[in-house]
């Protein structure tokens, strides 16, 4: 599977091109900054970094050393006193710009965090 990311071509008729990436997300993503705090499950490698937007399902986060696709890792966000930890996948990366991931498991009382955050992203 390639990291590159297929817009649709609205200038051709015809059948879309393959599927990528952002056609994908289930959920509608938002700019957010949050501090990122990662754990690479696999290896232990520890990074940080900030998030740009943020999902009921996923973030991407700034960081100059993202872990590989496909990575499995303990992430914590955290934003004005309030945290969100949970487990995810690295889905997409990009050198040294930074990694999108899709959450996997959500504590409980990161949910409550993660949706008032996002609310307040729609009221905006």
Known sequence: MSNVIVMDNRTT????????????????????????ELIDLETGTQATGVTSDISLGGCFICTSKPFPLKSRVRVTLSRKGQAVRGLAVVRIVKP???????????????????????????ER
């Open 13 to 36: 008729k015809g059948a879309a091109p393959k599927t990528g990436v952002r056609d994908r997300r289930y959920a509608i993503r938002y700019p957010f900054a949050a501090d990122v």
């Open 96 to 122: 040294r710009i930074g990694m999108g991931i899709e959450f996997i498991d959500i504590e409980s009382a990161g949910h409550d965090v993660l949706s008032k955050w996002i609310d307040q992203m729609r």
